[in-house]
C-alpha cells in the first residue's frame, strides 16, 4: 500500500517538474514579457483616486498586449494596493524592484506615498511615473522619478489669476491635514503676495471631518471674499453643502482633486458654480475639434465609460499619462536598457496626453505648462469651461 | 465673539454631538445584554446608508420623494436588522465560554469582514442620501446663525430612538429579560430566559439603530464604506462618557462632545479636534470611570 502511495507521489513530482521544465524552454524560445509595476491605493482612503488609475492601467496593458504589445513584447502588469499608506508602497515598491524585478514603477497614488519610495526608486536604478500632485515629487529633480500630475503651484496661480479677473482680494484658505492638502496651503501662500491677494485665514481641518461648519464660520467672521478649499477627500463637497447652510454665498475655488463627477454627485446642489482649475479630460466634449488633445481625451474616455459604466476621472488620466510615456519611451529605446528608456522619457516633447501636452527635460521632470489646467466650473450638476 | 458665531459653535456642536449620540446608544445596547462593546457598531451605521442610498437611487425617479425616501430607509433598516442577526448566529451563538475578550476580538474581526464585503458589493466612491427635506442649500436661520433642517432629522429621530427604547427595556418582557442577562446571565438562565435568543435580539435591535443612525446622518456626513471605524470611535468615546449601558446619558454625553469639540476650534486649529475627544476620554478614565452620568455602585457591577 505505502509504495503505492510513494509511486503516485514520485508520478506526479515528475509530472509537475516536466511541466515546469517545458515551460521554462517555451519562455526562451519566446521574448520575455515586458514587467511594468503598479503601486496604486485601489482601495482605502484615497481609493476614488487609485481605483480609476487601476482600471485605466488594465485596459491599457490589455489593449496593447492584444494589439502584439511594445517592441514585440508583451506587457505583463503587477498591480499591488497601497491603501494610501506609505509603509505599504515602501514595501510594495521593495517586492517589485528587488523580486519582480520591473522596469518600472506606475504611481503610488498619493504625494506622501510617491515621497515615501522616491529614494528607493533613485537607488535602484527603478523609473517611477507617480500618478501624485505634489510639487516636491520632482523638485528638486532625482533623475529615475517623473509625475504626470500638474503642479501644484500651476494650479494655485491658475485660481489666483481668475481671483484677480473677479477682483477678489481678501480670502480664506482652508485645506485637509493630508499630504496634498498641506502642499497645496504651501503653494497658495507662496503666490499670494505676487497676485496681491491677502489671506486672511488659513485652517487645516482633519481629513475624516464629518462637519465642517465651526471651521466655516471662523472663516466667516473674517469677512473674506472667496474661499479655496484643498483636499482630495470627502470634505470637498462637506465644504460646498456647510458654506450654503451657513449663508456663505461667496465664491468657492476648490483645488484641481475636486476632478471627479463622485463628488459634485454628493454635493447635489451645493456644487453649482463651485470654480477649479482642471486638466481637459472632464470637458473633453465641449473642446474644439481642433484641439490638439480631443482626439487623445474623448478615445480615452469614450473606451473607460463603455468598458467599466462609471465616468472617467482626470486621476485615470495620470494612470493613461504615466503607462502611455512609458510605452512610448520603450518603443524608442527597446525594453531591454532602463537607462535608454529613462533618457527616452527625459528628453520627450511633445507627448499628448490627457494632462496636457509634456515636454520633459533633464530640468523639468513633469513637462506640463500652466496652460494644461483649464478653470472649470459646475453648472447643472455637469463640469463646464469657466468663463 | 459676537452672540451670532457663538450660537453658530452651539449648532455645530449639536449636529456633531448628536451624530455621536446616535451611533453610540447601539453600543449600548449589545452592552447592556452582552456585557460586550461591539466593534462592529459602525459597520452598521454604514451598511444601513448604503442600503438606503442604492435603494432611495432606484425608488426616488418611480415614486413621489417622501415616499421613495421613507420605503428605502425602512428596506435599509430591515436589510441591516437581517444581517446583525446573521452575524450573531453564524458566529456568535455557537462560542460556549464567551469571554469578554473573546466577543470583543470577534466583533473587530467581523467589523473588518462587513467593511470589506461592502468594498465589493459597493465600490469605493463617495455617496450621500439627499436630504430629508430641503436639499443641499436649505439652512434653518435662528437668531442670526444658521444650521441644516437634517439636524432636526437627527436630533427627532435621536429622540425616537431613546424613548422607544427606555419604554422597550422597562415594559416589555423581552426588554426586561435582556436587562437581566445583562445584570446576572446565570441568573436569568435560572429564570427561564433564553440568553441566546436575547443575544441575538440584541445584535437586531443595535443594528437596526444603527441602520437607521447611518441614513439620518448621511446626507451630513456622507457615506463611504471604510468610515465605520472612525465613527465607532467617536460613539465609543461618547458612550464610556456617558457611562456604558446608558442611552440618555449617550446624548447627554454627545452633545458635550460635540459642543466641547466645535468650540476648540476658537483655540485650536481644526486638527487637533480629536485631541480634546482623547483628553476627555482619558480624563474621564482617569478620574470617573463610570462615566458622567453612571452611578459608582451600578458601575461597580459591570464586567467591563
Avoid at chain 1, 3 to 11: D, K
Avoid at chain 1, 371 to 378: C, K, R
Avoid at chain 2, 168 to 196: D, E, P, Q, V, Y
Avoid at chain 2, 211 to 240: E, H, R
Amino acid at each position: 500500500m505505502k509504495s503505492r502511495w510513494t509511486l503516485c507521489a514520485c508520478i506526479v513530482i515528475l509530472a509537475v517538474l516536466t511541466a515546469i521544465l517545458l515551460s521554462g524552454c517555451a519562455d526562451q524560445t519566446r521574448k520575455q514579457p515586458i514587467k511594468v509595476g503598479a503601486i496604486l491605493a485601489v482601495t482605502g482612503p484615497a481609493s476614488f483616486l487609485g481605483a480609476p488609475e487601476e482600471k485605466t492601467l488594465t485596459m491599457l496593458a490589455e489593449q496593447i498586449n492584444n494589439a502584439g504589445g511594445v517592441d514585440g513584447r508583451k506587457i505583463e502588469l503587477i498591480v499591488k494596493d497601497s491603501q494610501a499608506n506609505p509603509e505599504n508602497a515602501i514595501s510594495f515598491a521593495k517586492q517589485l524592484i528587488e523580486e519582480d524585478k520591473v522596469t518600472a514603477i506606475i504611481g503610488p497614488t498619493t504625494s506622501g506615498e510617491s515621497m515615501a519610495i522616491k529614494d528607493l526608486c533613485q537607488e535602484n536604478s527603478t523609473i517611477l511615473l507617480s500618478c501624485a500632485a505634489a510639487e516636491t515629487i520632482v523638485e528638486p529633480v532625482a533623475s529615475y522619478v517623473f509625475k504626470t500630475p500638474q503642479k501644484d503651484s500651476y494650479a494655485a496661480i491658475k485660481i489666483y489669476q481668475t481671483m484677480n479677473d473677479l477682483g477678489i482680494k481678501k480670502i480664506g484658505v482652508v485645506v485637509s491635514n493630508a499630504g496634498f492638502g498641506l502642499g497645496g496651503k504651501a503653494q497658495l501662500e507662496k503666490y499670494a503676495p505676487e497676485h496681491g491677494i491677502e489671506i486672511a485665514i488659513t485652517e487645516v481641518y482633519d481629513k475624516g471631518e464629518k462637519d465642517l461648519t465651526a471651521v466655516l464660520t471662523k472663516v466667516k467672521d473674517k469677512g473674506v471674499e472667496a474661499v479655496v478649499n484643498w483636499s482630495i477627500v470627502p470634505a470637498q463637497s462637506i465644504i460646498p453643502k456647510n458654506m450654503k447652510q451657513l449663508g456663505m454665498n461667496i465664491p468657492l475655488f476648490q483645488s484641481h482633486g475636486f476632478g471627479n463627477i463622485e463628488y459634485v454627485k454628493a454635493a447635489g446642489e451645493a456644487a453649482e458654480g463651485i470654480i477649479f482649475p482642471c486638466g481637459r479630460l472632464l470637458v473633453a466634449d465641449v473642446l474644439p475639434s481642433d484641439h490638439p488633445q480631443k482626439a487623445v481625451l474623448t478615445k480615452y474616455k469614450n473606451d473607460y465609460e463603455s468598458r467599466f459604466k462609471e465616468d472617467a476621472s482626470t486621476f485615470g488620466g495620470h494612470a493613461y499619462d504615466s503607462f502611455m510615456i512609458l510605452m512610448e519611451a520603450i518603443k524608442k529605446a527597446g525594453a531591454d536598457d532602463v537607462e535608454k528608456i529613462r533618457s527616452a522619457i527625459e528628453n520627450m516633447k511633445g507627448f499628448i496626453g490627457t494632462g496636457g501636452i509634456f515636454n520633459l527635460s533633464p530640468s523639468d521632470h513633469n513637462g506640463l505648462a500652466l496652460d494644461s489646467f483649464e478653470m472649470l466650473t459646475v453648472e447643472n450638476g455637469k463640469f463646464v469651461l469657466y468663463n | 465673539m459676537s452672540f451670532e458665531i457663538f450660537l453658530q459653535y452651539c449648532f455645530s456642536g449639536i449636529t456633531l454631538g448628536s451624530i455621536y449620540a446616535v451611533v453610540a446608544i447601539g453600543f449600548n445596547i449589545i452592552y447592556n445584554t452582552t456585557g460586550i462593546i461591539n466593534f462592529a457598531q459602525g459597520e452598521f451605521v454604514v451598511l444601513g446608508a448604503l442600503c438606503a442610498i442604492t435603494f432611495s437611487r432606484l425608488l426616488i425617479p418611480v415614486l413621489p420623494f417622501a415616499l421613495a425616501m421613507s420605503i428605502a430607509v425602512i428596506l435599509a433598516v430591515v436589510i441591516t436588522t437581517f444581517i446583525g442577526g446573521l452575524i450573531e448566529i453564524v458566529f456568535i451563538k455557537w462560542i460556549n465560554n464567551p469571554t469578554v475578550l473573546r466577543l470583543v476580538i470577534i466583533t473587530i474581526g467581523l467589523s473588518f469582514l462587513l467593511r470589506e464585503t461592502s468594498l465589493h458589493v459597493w465600490d469605493e466612491k463617495v455617496r450621500a442620501l439627499k436630504y430629508f427635506t430641503g436639499t443641499e442649500v436649505s439652512s434653518i436661520s435662528l437668531l442670526g446663525a444658521h444650521f441644516s433642517p437634517q439636524v432636526l432629522w437627527v436630533l427627532g429621530v435621536t429622540a425616537v430612538i431613546v424613548i422607544g427604547l427606555g419604554l422597550f427595556f422597562r415594559l416589555t418582557l423581552t426588554g426586561r429579560a435582556m436587562r437581566a442577562c445583562a445584570a446576572s446571565s446565570n441568573a436569568a438562565r435560572l429564570c427561564g430566559i433564553n440568553i441566546k435568543m436575547m443575544v441575538t435580539i440584541s445584535f437586531m435591535i443595535s443594528a437596526a439603530i444603527g441602520a437607521l443612525a447611518g441614513c439620518v446622518t448621511s446626507p451630513i456626513t456622507q457615506t463611504q464604506y471604510n468610515m465605520g471605524s472612525s465613527l465607532a470611535i467617536k460613539g465609543f468615546v461618547v458612550a464610556i462618557l456617558g457611562g456604558l449601558g446608558n442611552s440618555f446619558a449617550a446624548v447627554g454625553a454627545g452633545l458635550i462632545l460635540g459642543l466641547l469639540e466645535s468650540f476648540s476650534i476658537v483655540l485650536l486649529p481644526n486638527a487637533y479636534r480629536d485631541v480634546v475627544a482623547i483628553i476627555i476620554l482619558l480624563g474621564i478614565l482617569f478620574f470617573k470611570p463610570s462615566g458622567l452620568f453612571a452611578k459608582k455602585e451600578e458601575s461597580a457591577l459591570k464586567e467591563f
